[in-house]
Protein backbone atom coordinates (compact mmCIF):
# COMPACT_ATOMS: atom_id res chain seq x y z
CA UNK A 1 0.00 0.00 0.00
CA UNK A 2 1.57 3.56 -1.32
CA UNK A 3 2.38 5.56 2.10
CA UNK A 4 0.21 8.18 1.52
CA UNK A 5 -2.27 5.90 1.92
CA UNK A 6 -3.42 5.83 5.61
CA UNK A 7 -2.95 9.33 5.89
CA UNK A 8 -5.54 10.16 3.51
CA UNK A 9 -8.31 7.52 4.70
CA UNK A 10 -7.34 9.39 7.94
CA UNK A 11 -8.25 12.63 6.54
CA UNK A 12 -11.08 11.14 5.22
CA UNK A 13 -12.82 10.02 7.70
CA UNK A 14 -12.20 13.06 9.86
CA UNK A 15 -14.47 14.98 7.68
CA UNK A 16 -17.25 12.82 7.43
CA UNK A 17 -16.81 12.47 11.63
CA UNK A 18 -16.85 16.65 11.30
CA UNK A 19 -20.05 16.72 8.51
CA UNK A 20 -22.04 14.16 10.24
CA UNK A 21 -24.58 14.68 13.57
CA UNK A 22 -26.10 12.07 15.82
CA UNK A 23 -29.95 9.91 14.63
CA UNK A 24 -31.55 11.16 17.70
CA UNK A 25 -31.96 14.53 20.24
CA UNK A 26 -32.41 13.71 23.70
CA UNK A 27 -34.33 16.22 24.27
CA UNK A 28 -36.56 15.83 21.37
CA UNK A 29 -39.50 13.67 20.21
CA UNK A 30 -38.67 10.55 18.07
CA UNK A 31 -38.46 10.90 14.42
CA UNK A 32 -41.15 10.09 12.48
CA UNK A 33 -41.15 9.53 8.45
CA UNK A 34 -44.34 10.27 7.95
CA UNK A 35 -44.38 13.66 5.75
CA UNK A 36 -46.75 15.73 7.94
CA UNK A 37 -45.91 14.67 10.78
CA UNK A 38 -41.92 15.50 9.86
CA UNK A 39 -43.25 19.05 8.86
CA UNK A 40 -44.97 19.95 12.15
CA UNK A 41 -41.92 18.31 14.40
CA UNK A 42 -39.50 20.90 11.93
CA UNK A 43 -41.95 23.74 12.77
CA UNK A 44 -42.34 23.33 16.17
CA UNK A 45 -38.51 22.88 16.96
CA UNK A 46 -36.22 23.92 14.23
CA UNK A 47 -32.90 22.89 16.18
CA UNK A 48 -33.96 19.57 17.23
CA UNK A 49 -34.83 18.66 13.29
CA UNK A 50 -31.87 20.00 12.02
CA UNK A 51 -30.18 17.41 14.32
CA UNK A 52 -32.40 14.88 13.90
CA UNK A 53 -32.12 15.17 10.11
CA UNK A 54 -29.30 12.99 8.83
CA UNK A 55 -30.70 10.41 11.10
CA UNK A 56 -33.74 10.62 8.89
CA UNK A 57 -31.79 10.40 5.99
CA UNK A 58 -30.25 7.04 6.81
CA UNK A 59 -33.56 5.21 7.61
CA UNK A 60 -32.97 3.88 3.89
CA UNK A 61 -30.16 4.01 1.78
CA UNK A 62 -29.27 6.92 0.48
CA UNK A 63 -25.80 8.82 -1.02
CA UNK A 64 -23.78 11.69 0.22
CA UNK A 65 -21.36 13.90 -1.44
CA UNK A 66 -18.78 15.90 0.65
CA UNK A 67 -16.76 18.68 -0.73
CA UNK A 68 -13.79 20.34 1.53
CA UNK A 69 -12.28 23.51 0.03
CA UNK A 70 -9.36 24.94 1.89
CA UNK A 71 -7.69 27.59 -0.41
CA UNK A 72 -6.35 26.00 -3.33
CA UNK A 73 -6.85 22.55 -2.31
CA UNK A 74 -10.42 20.18 -2.75
CA UNK A 75 -11.52 17.50 -1.28
CA UNK A 76 -14.88 15.13 -2.64
CA UNK A 77 -15.73 12.48 -1.37
CA UNK A 78 -18.92 10.51 -2.81
CA UNK A 79 -20.59 7.22 -0.73
CA UNK A 80 -23.15 5.02 -1.24
CA UNK A 81 -24.76 3.80 2.38
CA UNK A 82 -27.02 0.90 3.40
CA UNK A 83 -27.95 1.58 7.29
CA UNK A 84 -29.27 -1.44 7.37
CA UNK A 85 -25.88 -3.52 6.57
CA UNK A 86 -23.85 -0.74 7.47
CA UNK A 87 -22.38 -1.72 4.15
CA UNK A 88 -20.82 1.48 2.46
CA UNK A 89 -18.87 2.52 -0.86
CA UNK A 90 -16.72 5.51 -0.73
CA UNK A 91 -14.73 7.31 -3.23
CA UNK A 92 -12.56 10.33 -2.12
CA UNK A 93 -10.01 12.75 -3.63
CA UNK A 94 -7.37 14.38 -1.71
CA UNK A 95 -6.34 14.99 -4.71
CA UNK A 96 -4.67 11.72 -4.31
CA UNK A 97 -7.78 8.60 -5.23
CA UNK A 98 -9.32 6.80 -2.69
CA UNK A 99 -11.55 4.05 -2.81
CA UNK A 100 -13.31 1.92 -0.25
CA UNK A 101 -15.69 -0.94 0.08
CA UNK A 102 -16.99 -1.60 3.43
CA UNK A 103 -18.82 -4.52 4.39
CA UNK A 104 -20.40 -6.09 7.54
CA UNK A 105 -16.95 -7.36 8.60
CA UNK A 106 -14.25 -5.87 6.63
CA UNK A 107 -12.93 -2.83 4.89
CA UNK A 108 -11.54 -3.12 1.45
CA UNK A 109 -9.58 -0.11 0.29
CA UNK A 110 -8.45 -0.06 -3.81
CA UNK A 111 -4.39 0.56 -4.15
CA UNK A 112 -2.34 0.94 -7.17
CA UNK A 113 0.83 -0.33 -6.52
CA UNK A 114 1.48 -2.58 -9.50
CA UNK A 115 3.79 -5.35 -8.03
CA UNK A 116 0.41 -5.62 -5.34
CA UNK A 117 -3.06 -6.95 -5.87
CA UNK A 118 -5.88 -4.30 -6.36
CA UNK A 119 -7.30 -4.58 -3.16
CA UNK A 120 -6.33 -4.36 0.54
CA UNK A 121 -8.43 -6.04 2.93
CA UNK A 122 -8.69 -4.97 6.99
CA UNK A 123 -10.68 -6.83 9.14
CA UNK A 124 -13.34 -5.03 11.21
CA UNK A 125 -12.75 -6.46 14.15
CA UNK A 126 -9.28 -5.86 14.28
CA UNK A 127 -9.28 -2.10 14.23
CA UNK A 128 -9.05 0.06 17.25
CA UNK A 129 -12.72 0.82 18.46
CA UNK A 130 -11.57 4.48 19.34
CA UNK A 131 -9.62 4.60 16.17
CA UNK A 132 -10.72 6.97 12.64
CA UNK A 133 -11.36 4.04 10.77
CA UNK A 134 -13.54 2.40 12.71
CA UNK A 135 -15.21 5.53 14.40
CA UNK A 136 -15.58 6.99 11.05
CA UNK A 137 -17.42 3.67 9.32
CA UNK A 138 -20.67 4.13 11.68
CA UNK A 139 -22.05 7.06 9.61
CA UNK A 140 -25.04 7.31 11.72
CA UNK A 141 -23.26 7.41 14.79
CA UNK A 142 -21.37 10.54 14.55
CA UNK A 143 -21.73 13.30 16.45
CA UNK A 144 -20.62 16.11 14.15
CA UNK A 145 -21.01 19.77 13.72
CA UNK A 146 -25.04 18.77 13.77
CA UNK A 147 -24.38 17.74 17.22
CA UNK A 148 -23.56 21.27 18.12
CA UNK A 149 -26.36 22.98 16.60
CA UNK A 150 -27.72 25.60 19.18
CA UNK A 151 -30.31 27.82 16.78
CA UNK A 152 -31.67 27.25 13.59
CA UNK A 153 -34.29 29.77 11.77
CA UNK A 154 -36.32 28.96 8.53
CA UNK A 155 -35.63 30.92 5.38
CA UNK A 156 -38.59 29.22 3.86
CA UNK A 157 -38.82 26.26 1.41
CA UNK A 158 -36.94 23.83 3.75
CA UNK A 159 -33.90 26.03 4.10
CA UNK A 160 -32.60 26.47 7.46
CA UNK A 161 -29.89 29.10 8.73
CA UNK A 162 -28.34 28.76 12.13
CA UNK A 163 -25.39 28.44 14.33
CA UNK A 164 -23.33 25.19 15.44
CA UNK A 165 -20.72 25.77 18.83
CA UNK A 166 -18.25 23.46 18.27
CA UNK A 167 -17.50 22.47 22.04
CA UNK A 168 -21.30 21.41 22.24
CA UNK A 169 -20.55 19.26 19.30
CA UNK A 170 -17.83 17.83 20.82
CA UNK A 171 -19.73 17.55 24.06
CA UNK A 172 -22.44 15.32 22.04
CA UNK A 173 -20.03 12.61 20.70
CA UNK A 174 -21.19 9.30 22.27
CA UNK A 175 -17.49 8.13 22.20
CA UNK A 176 -13.97 9.42 23.81
CA UNK A 177 -12.86 8.45 20.52
CA UNK A 178 -15.11 10.35 18.60
CA UNK A 179 -14.95 13.37 21.11
CA UNK A 180 -11.08 13.38 20.63
CA UNK A 181 -11.21 13.30 16.85
CA UNK A 182 -13.70 15.82 16.72
CA UNK A 183 -11.31 18.32 19.32
CA UNK A 184 -8.68 17.54 16.81
CA UNK A 185 -10.30 18.94 13.66
CA UNK A 186 -11.69 21.86 15.47
CA UNK A 187 -8.60 22.95 17.14
CA UNK A 188 -7.69 25.28 14.49
CA UNK A 189 -10.95 27.49 14.56
CA UNK A 190 -10.74 31.12 15.67
CA UNK A 191 -14.56 30.93 16.83
CA UNK A 192 -16.28 28.15 18.48
CA UNK A 193 -19.41 29.32 16.94
CA UNK A 194 -19.62 27.87 13.44
CA UNK A 195 -22.60 29.16 11.09
CA UNK A 196 -24.30 26.66 8.77
CA UNK A 197 -27.10 26.85 5.84
CA UNK A 198 -28.94 23.67 6.02
CA UNK A 199 -32.28 22.43 3.80
CA UNK A 200 -34.60 19.59 4.67
CA UNK A 201 -36.93 18.18 2.44
CA UNK A 202 -40.94 17.37 3.43
CA UNK A 203 -40.06 14.32 4.98
CA UNK A 204 -37.39 16.02 7.94
CA UNK A 205 -34.48 14.63 5.45
CA UNK A 206 -31.04 16.73 5.61
CA UNK A 207 -30.42 16.96 1.95
CA UNK A 208 -27.86 20.14 2.53
CA UNK A 209 -25.48 21.06 4.90
CA UNK A 210 -23.09 23.79 4.58
CA UNK A 211 -20.68 25.76 7.19
CA UNK A 212 -17.76 27.16 6.89
CA UNK A 213 -14.43 27.03 9.24
CA UNK A 214 -12.57 30.38 9.94
CA UNK A 215 -8.79 29.27 10.90
CA UNK A 216 -5.69 31.49 11.27
CA UNK A 217 -5.18 30.18 7.69
CA UNK A 218 -8.16 31.14 6.02
CA UNK A 219 -11.42 29.68 5.67
CA UNK A 220 -12.10 26.43 5.18
CA UNK A 221 -15.75 25.44 3.12
CA UNK A 222 -17.81 22.36 3.83
CA UNK A 223 -20.73 20.73 1.78
CA UNK A 224 -22.64 18.10 2.43
CA UNK A 225 -25.05 16.59 -0.04
CA UNK A 226 -27.62 13.91 0.84
CA UNK A 227 -29.84 12.27 -1.63
CA UNK A 228 -31.25 8.57 -3.40
CA UNK A 229 -33.13 8.09 -0.70
CA UNK A 230 -34.75 4.43 -0.76
CA UNK A 231 -33.18 3.77 -4.14
CA UNK A 232 -31.31 0.70 -4.54
CA UNK A 233 -27.24 0.55 -3.85
CA UNK A 234 -24.61 -1.78 -5.16
CA UNK A 235 -22.54 -2.93 -2.86
CA UNK A 236 -19.99 -5.60 -3.52
CA UNK A 237 -16.64 -6.91 -2.24
CA UNK A 238 -13.87 -7.06 -4.16
CA UNK A 239 -13.10 -10.57 -5.45
CA UNK A 240 -10.59 -12.74 -3.48
CA UNK A 241 -8.40 -13.05 -6.04
CA UNK A 242 -8.22 -9.29 -5.85
CA UNK A 243 -7.58 -9.03 -2.52
CA UNK A 244 -4.55 -9.46 0.24
CA UNK A 245 -4.78 -8.70 4.13
CA UNK A 246 -3.68 -5.74 5.33
CA UNK A 247 -0.44 -5.30 6.88
CA UNK A 248 0.50 -5.16 10.81
CA UNK A 249 1.34 -1.46 10.06
CA UNK A 250 -1.68 -0.81 9.04
CA UNK A 251 -3.42 -2.55 12.10
CA UNK A 252 -1.34 -0.35 13.88
CA UNK A 253 -2.44 3.30 12.20
CA UNK A 254 -5.64 2.56 12.59
Given at each position: ?223 MKM???GEP ?6 KAS ?13
Open positions: MRRSLAPALAVCLTALLTACGPTTDNDSTPADSGSASASASTAADPVAAIRQGLGRSLEKTARMDVTIKAGEQTITMRSAIEPATGAMTLDMKTPDPVSMVVTADALYVKQDEPDRKPWVKLDRKRLRPDGPLAQGLDVRSQAGILGGVESAQSAGDGRYTGVADAEKAVAAASTEGERKTLRNAFKVLKNKSVPFQATLDPEGRLTLLTYTFDTAAGTIENEHGFVRIDPPDTEAASAEMYRFF
